[in-house]
């Protein structure tokens, strides 16, 4: 896996978590199951998870995805009460993967999830990155052509911040 497929499933994962709610429709896009294998694959890949880990930190992911997509649908357009449940149940669900983790494996996790929190935070500022597959049909050739002039002044920009050529 190369480091765009890695980024990109850790976006997904994170967004999978109680930072969603600061997005009306974000995340419901797919289902609670596959949001649980997102974050499992992850775990395994970065934590280094043995089979049997893998089995229970599935389990786990699974039910309060499921759980997290209920309270979504229960409370929506109710940030603030969204936001406090969810904020509990990520609390319920760090306790029990607590339990099948090692401490090393714990803060490896922590840690992760901070990287995607900063990645998140900084596509929030930058916007978000350009797409990894070319663009669809629907798009206009000009709309693609501005991107790409758009995409050269920025780089001609960065690598010449003073504006002297």
């Given at each position: 896996?190369?480091?765009?497929?890695?980024?990109?499933?850790?976006?997904?994962?994170?967004?999978?978590?109680?930072?969603?709610i600061?997005?009306?429709?974000?995340?419901?896009?797919?289902?609670?199951?596959?949001?649980?294998?997102?974050?499992?694959?992850?775990?395994?890949?970065?934590?280094?998870?043995?089979?049997?880990?893998?089995?229970?930190?599935?389990?786990?992911?699974?039910?309060?995805?499921?759980?997290m997509?209920?309270?979504?649908?229960k409370?929506?357009?109710?940030?603030?009460?969204?936001r406090?449940?969810?904020?509990?149940?990520?609390?319920?669900?760090?306790?029990?993967?607590?339990?099948?983790?090692?401490?090393?494996?714990?803060?490896?996790?922590?840690?992760?999830?901070?990287?995607?929190?900063?990645?998140?935070?900084?596509?929030?500022?930058?916007?978000?990155?350009?797409?990894?597959?070319?663009?669809?049909?629907?798009?206009?050739?000009?709309?693609?052509?501005?991107?790409?002039?758009?995409?050269?002044?920025?780089?001609?920009?960065?690598?010449?911040?003073?504006?002297?050529?």
């Open positions: 896996m190369n480091n765009k497929h890695i980024f990109w499933l850790a976006v997904g994962i994170y967004i999978a978590g109680s930072e969603l600061a997005q009306p429709e974000g995340g419901r896009r797919i289902s609670p199951e596959q949001r649980a294998e997102q974050q499992t694959a992850l775990m395994k890949e970065r934590l280094v998870l043995s089979d049997a880990q893998v089995a229970k930190v599935q389990e786990i992911n699974v039910k309060y995805a499921r759980q997509q209920e309270v979504r649908q409370n929506e357009g109710d940030w603030e009460a969204m406090a449940q969810l904020m509990t149940l990520r609390q319920a669900q760090d306790q029990e993967l607590q339990t099948v983790l090692t401490q090393e494996q714990w803060q490896q996790w922590l840690a992760v999830r901070e990287e995607v929190r900063g990645r998140r935070d900084n596509w929030r500022m930058s916007g978000p990155p350009l797409p990894v597959t070319p663009p669809s049909e629907e798009q206009s050739t000009s709309e693609s052509k501005e991107r790409k002039k758009k995409e050269r002044k920025n780089r001609s920009r960065d690598a010449n911040p003073n504006g002297n050529r």
